[in-house]
């Protein structure tokens, strides 16, 4: 019990971890466009990251928590895997890089899971399902910012500058909101998926092949609380990357930005796919900031970024599989 303790505490530590590195996600755009100040934007995301518990139900959760075969799972396998996605999104909050907590989940469970059990402990549907939408989420980002932003400029074209920027100041308290529930909708069940994976090993959680077992009210809603808490803590080196160095947003481009990543990640959610918030606002931001002109974006950064995407999986995995190999080989009970 004692250890199942322990692993519950480390989940609810990444998730904490989770709040602060992609808190960027949420405030970015309301940030970097000055609608709110850091401090009252964290307060305003991690409110909405929160009250995300009472919109949706727990399907994310429940397919992350059947992504490694139940007969391979441990409690020494979800450690490790945790361990992966803890050290990986600090080297990257460190670098001010804004990769995916999410994908750092999933390779940190594979690393592990590999080298107990090989490449057929995983469950294929779950990770062909997240490396689709390693392509799909950023990309219907893109799109939809750039529609949105193109339909604003359509509509509100023969209005002043500052008489637009004035009405989507407004406007963008709720976009944010949005996108902030649809990041807690999402992220904070990834983790909920975990605890139920080591309530399994335990025996504590009843599993049935091929279907998503039912997680506990208990555990959706502590993750809930640790990843707000965890957003209140700020983020702010990831926010100067996300809302200042991408391109420049004003708050009509923050507006448009953070309401297509919303519709991302609600479809998303809906269909139980855990998927990268990363990746999707940081779609939506340069849709809506390439509707500026093509030299609006700054195309280094976001090529930075991708190599950080493309890096996040594998990256997670090596630190959990060494992990895992270590503590076995220290005496751990596999």
């Not at 008489?163 to 999402?186: C, E, P, T, W």
């Not at 998926?193 to 309530?199: K, Y």
């Not at 335990?202 to 959706?220: F, K, Q, R």
Request: charged share 10%; proline share 4%.
């Amino acid at each position: 019990m004692e250890a199942l303790i322990a692993i519950i505490a480390l989940a609810l530590v990444f998730d904490y971890i989770n709040g602060f590195h992609d808190a960027a996600n949420s405030i970015a755009t309301v940030v970097s466009t000055r609608v709110l100040s850091p401090r009252l934007a964290v307060i305003w995301a991690a409110f909405f990251n929160f009250i995300a518990f009472f919109f949706f139900e727990s399907h994310v959760a429940g397919n992350i928590a059947k992504g490694v075969h139940a007969d391979v799972v441990t409690l020494t396998l979800v450690g490790a895997g945790l361990v992966g996605a803890i050290l990986w999104d600090l080297l990257t909050w460190w670098l001010a890089l804004p990769t995916s907590s999410s994908h750092a989940l999933l390779g940190g469970m594979a690393g592990a899971a590999i080298v107990k059990g090989g490449f057929g402990a995983l469950e294929p549907s779950l990770y062909i399902k997240a490396g689709i939408f390693i392509v799909v989420s950023p990309l219907l980002g893109t799109i939809l910012g750039a529609i949105f932003m193109r339909l604003v400029m359509v509509a509100f074209g023969r209005r002043s500058p500052s008489g637009v920027d004035k009405a989507f100041r407004r406007m963008q308290l709720v976009s944010a909101g949005l996108y902030s529930i649809g990041h807690g909708g999402n992220d904070a069940q990834k983790t909920a998926g975990i605890i139920a994976a080591a309530l399994i090993a335990t025996g504590h959680l009843e599993s049935v092949p091929g279907v998503a077992p039912h997680v506990p009210i208990w555990v959706v809603l502590s993750c809930f609380v640790a990843m707000g808490l965890g957003t209140l803590s700020g983020g702010m080196r990831i926010v100067q990357t996300m809302g200042m160095r991408i391109t420049k947003l004003a708050p009509v481009g923050g507006f448009c930005a953070e309401t297509s990543g919303a519709a991302t990640l609600f479809l998303a959610t809906a269909l139980g796919v855990p998927v990268s918030t990363t990746h999707t606002i940081t779609g939506a931001i340069v849709g809506a900031g390439s509707q500026r002109g093509f030299h609006a974006v700054r195309w280094g950064v976001a090529g930075r970024i991708v190599w950080a995407w493309v890096l996040t999986v594998p990256g997670a995995a090596l630190i959990s599989a060494i992990t895992y190999f270590v503590a076995t080989a220290l005496g751990v009970k596999p």
